[in-house]
């Protein structure tokens, strides 16, 4: 009786726009995204702290994180940590730092495409590519690696790979962003791979293209090509993630939910 009150209550002040209506935090979990302080990473941590997750939001220098700093001083939920996924030093000191928290999500999105200037067949700039791979491949697989067992100790054990439709080897008809694309194939395979180990242990892995989304990283196509706000990406992206299912561990998502060619 007393139980169904309070639930009454609860509803009645929902409905009175006092409270948002959302699963509290110690049952929606704890999300670790990496590069939060802009783009698409920045609205991964925004729109899970505000379902009630608490976030684990790291960004390579967390002093010039304005917007994320507002965010986490907000909502006590958002944790700020500084990590750069070059590091693989910084990574395991950091899966120290939280050794024996449970993480339900782990968001690899932090990326970069590399300067296109570098990537010209001819002249190519070799520590540049490097950059790249360290980021966009090495990056993932270290974090996935360390962050496994907080992985395994949560409830949803979910890893998510932005990784791009660039990494489509079936897509690729010329010669752009040899790096960056190298790069996103690459984390598709190791991804895959690893795949197998971490579904023994109960986490599952999808691998998603976001599709041209309205970032730093897309200035250059402003204007040129349709591009959609982070806002929807990361709406259409939790939702793949929320319909994860261990049999579709691997699997190559567009954002829309269907499956890209390899
Ligand atoms: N936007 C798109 O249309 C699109 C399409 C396909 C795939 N993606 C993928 O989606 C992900 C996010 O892209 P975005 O559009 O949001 O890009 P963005 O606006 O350029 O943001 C990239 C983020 O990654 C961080 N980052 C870069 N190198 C890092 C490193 N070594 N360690 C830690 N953080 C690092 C950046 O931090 P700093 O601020 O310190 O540089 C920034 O927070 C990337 O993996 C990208 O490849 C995006």
Redo the contacts with the bound molecule.
């Keep these: 009786m007393i139980r169904r009150m309070i639930s009454f209550f609860a509803l009645a002040i929902a409905l009175a726009g006092l409270t948002p209506v959302s699963v509290s935090a110690a049952d929606a979990g704890t999300v670790l995204v990496?590069?939060?302080?802009?783009?698409?990473?920045?609205e991964f941590a925004r729109q899970y702290a505000a379902k009630g997750y608490k976030v684990i939001a790291?960004?390579?220098?967390p002093a010039?994180?304005t917007e994320l700093n507002a965010l986490a001083k907000a909502d006590p939920d958002i944790t700020v940590e500084a990590?750069?996924?070059?590091?693989l030093a910084a990574i395991d000191a950091l899966a120290a730092k939280y050794k024996g928290t449970a993480v339900d999500i782990l968001i690899?999105?932090?990326?970069?495409?590399g300067f296109p200037e570098k990537q010209r067949f001819g002249t190519i700039d070799y520590a540049s590519f490097d950059?790249v791979m360290?980021?966009?491949v090495r990056?993932p697989l270290k974090m996935t690696e360390a962050f496994t067992e907080h992985l395994v100790a949560s409830k949803q054990k979910k890893v998510l790979v932005?990784?791009?439709?660039?990494g489509s080897i079936a897509g690729a008809t010329s010669n752009r962003q040899p790096f960056?694309r190298s790069s996103?194939a690459a984390v598709n395979m190791v991804m895959k791979n690893i795949s197998y180990p971490l579904k023994d242990k109960g986490i599952a892995v999808a691998l998603i293209?976001?599709?041209?989304?309205?970032?730093?990283?897309?200035a250059g196509?402003r204007g040129r090509m349709p591009?959609r706000t982070?806002e929807l990406?990361v709406r259409e992206l939790s939702t793949i993630m929320e319909t994860l299912t261990l049999d579709k561990t691997a699997t190559f998502f567009n954002f829309d939910g269907t499956t890209m060619p390899w």
């Design positions: 990496t590069g939060a302080n802009r783009g698409i990473g920045l790291t960004a390579r220098k010039e994180a990590l750069d996924v070059s590091d690899n999105n932090a990326g970069i495409t950059d360290n980021t966009n990056g932005m990784t791009s439709s660039e960056y996103k293209n976001p599709g041209p989304v309205d970032t730093d990283m897309m196509a591009l982070t990406a």
